[in-house]
């Protein structure tokens, strides 16, 4: 009853209930701070992957060498090492940056997509029939070699 205890008896009480309450011991406290790091670890890796995809530095091959790479690795493919943006100087450049914009449209208007998308349906036509005959040489193999295997069976009996 703590209307009859003194403060000392209280403070002592206190004292009990906070350690009870305290079920998680140090291990229990340090695996979840470490699981919680891990965890922030991984998102921030999730951040930086779609930074660079988003800014167009990461390629498809570039990603299966981020996974097979180990994590304190640099991949010189990806990222530049010690990079630093080149400050802003006294002069506007914005005239220039129009001029290559324009020079880049006018190269992406000079580009024949039609002519790129025949010559890709032609080397995959040339590659199927390629795979077709190579098929069928292997077919030409193994009925041989079972040809074989035939005329020794009947050969037995």
Avoid: C, W
């Amino acid at each position: 009853d703590p209307i009859d205890m003194d403060e000392d008896e209280i403070e002592m009480l206190q004292e009990a209930r906070a350690r009870l309450a305290n079920t998680q011991g140090k291990k229990a406290k340090r695996k979840q701070r470490e699981k919680m790091l891990e965890q922030a670890k991984r998102l921030a890796e999730l951040q930086k992957r779609r930074e660079l995809k988003q800014a167009g530095l990461l390629s498809s091959q570039a990603k299966k060498t981020v996974r097979k790479k180990k994590r304190n690795e640099i991949d010189l493919g990806v990222e530049i090492p010690f990079h630093k943006p080149a400050p802003a100087g006294f002069h506007d450049v914005s005239g220039e940056a129009a001029r290559s914009e324009a020079l880049r449209q006018e190269k992406m208007k000079s580009i024949n997509f039609k002519k790129i998308n025949e010559q890709q349906y032609r080397s995959r036509d040339r590659e199927a029939a390629q795979a077709k005959k190579r098929e069928e040489a292997r077919l030409r193999t193994l009925e041989r070699s079972n040809m074989q295997y035939v005329v020794a069976e009947v050969s037995k009996k």
